[in-house]
Each structure stands twice: as structure tokens, then as C-alpha cells.
């Protein structure tokens, strides 16, 4: 049986992934030549039409917040997308191979309807409340109804003197 080789002692000064500079296959191809006058722009993307030009940074940011929440939105949406095609076409087959075969018995409404039944939590969940659980959905209506009955609170204090 083969042991596990331990390479932190050996060749601490060099990086073992790291190419020889001597190597013909990775060196400088002989037919450019070195030019230092010529200096590429760097290619500037346009501001879509429609967005606010001046964004946070934080917006652009890969690991933001912000970012990491549209992203598993936008994952969870494209997964209930692909459960609604599966349904789709396995829900036809159903109904094609009961047409075909069985002609008097509707067998195949039991499975879709099934099927259709749990397939509206997820389409719920990625598309009317974003991603959000439902007991942070109610977090946040108790949390409004709350700051209402402070501002109702505060006007009547300020009523009353």
C-alpha cells in the first residue's frame, strides 16, 4: 500500500508548481519583438442604460452580502425552473402513455397532482418570497406592524400634551 509523501520539508525556497525560466517551451516566442511604446488600453465596459452609474462598491464586490443573497436567489429560481420542465415533460409522458393504454382510467392525475402539490412550495419560496424562510417573512411583518404601533404610540403621546 502506498504512503501519503510529505513535501512542507522538501524544496522550502522554491515552489514546485512554478516553471523553469530556462525552459524553451515557455519562453518568449522569437518572432515578437519587445516593444515598450506600444501599451494596450485596458477595454472600459459602458454603464448598462437604466442602472445608476455611481453603485456602491459593495454591489460589485463577488463575496458582498448583498451579492451572496441575489446570488442563491437567482440559484434557487433557476432550479425551480428546471423542476417546473421536469414536470412538464414527465407530466405529458404520463398523460400520453394513460391516453395510449389506458383510455378509460385516469390513473396518471394522482402523480401529477401530487407532484404539482409539493412543486408550489419551491415556486413560492424562489419566486414570491425571494429566498426568504417563512419565519423570516413573519419576522419581518411583526417587525413593520411593530414599528406602526410605535409611530401610533409616539402620535398619540404627542396628542395628548
Known sequence: MATPVDYSSKETER??????????L???????????KKVVPPLSRPSPTGYPKD?????????????LRARRVAEMKFNTIKLVIAFTVVSVSLVAVDALLYA?????????????????????KS????GKDLRSV???RLHRMALREVERFDTDIEGSI
Open 15 to 24: 515552489d514546485v508548481f512554478t516553471l523553469e525560466s530556462g525552459d524553451p
Open 26 to 36: 515557455f519562453g518568449r516566442k522569437t518572432f515578437e519583438k519587445p516593444n515598450k
Open 104 to 124: 378509460d382510467v385516469w390513473w396518471c392525475y394522482w402523480p401529477i397532482g401530487a407532484w404539482a402539490f409539493v412543486l408550489v412550495f419551491p415556486v413560492l
Open 127 to 130: 419566486f414570491v418570497f425571494r
Open 138 to 140: 413573519i419576522e419581518n
Open 55 to 67: 453603485l456602491p462598491s459593495s454591489f460589485y464586490e463577488a463575496n458582498g452580502e448583498s451579492y
